[in-house]
């Protein structure tokens, strides 16, 4: 039984006819007609640079305000965009001016590097290494 090829029958014009029908109709329901494109923001976009000798780089293109501002206020800095943190990560630096102005006359809290006369002997002797300590 298996080896016998099985015979198809023959189907009429009208059934064939009705079959390519519903495929079509079933296209057209499918299709749509996209006018609007913009850029997929959950995708990295890739620029291509241009060719060195295109003629389109020495024309000169009008500059467009709202495409400015959106740079500008992209390239500011996290405090000058939001009036508070938008992460809890921001939160660690977002005020960084010190809570006392510091005093660098203060003796307990500054100690500044000082030479004198044996501290600048002792600093060139340990600048010239083992070799020049022992000539």
């Given at each position: 039984m298996a080896g016998r090829p099985r015979e198809k029958a023959a189907q009429d014009e009208v059934r064939q006819n009705q079959i390519l029908r519903e495929l079509y109709l079933r296209e057209l329901r499918a299709q749509r007609l996209h006018t609007e494109y913009h850029v997929n923001p959950l995708r990295q976009v890739h620029t291509v640079a241009r060719k060195p000798m295109?003629?389109?780089?020495g024309l000169e293109e009008p500059a467009d305000a709202k495409f400015?501002?959106?740079?500008?206020?992209?390239s500011q800095g996290p405090?000058?965009?939001y009036p508070e943190t938008?992460?809890?990560s921001q939160e660690i630096g977002w005020d960084s001016e010190p809570l006392v102005d510091?005093?660098?006359?203060d003796r307990r809290l500054n100690?500044?590097?000082v030479y004198n006369d044996i501290t600048l002997y002792?600093?060139?002797?340990?600048?010239?290494g083992e070799?020049?300590?022992?000539?």
């Open positions: 295109s003629w389109h780089d400015l501002n959106l740079i500008h206020h992209a405090r000058k965009k938008q992460t809890e510091p005093d660098r006359s100690h500044f590097r002792k600093a060139k002797m340990w600048s010239l070799e020049g300590r022992r000539s």
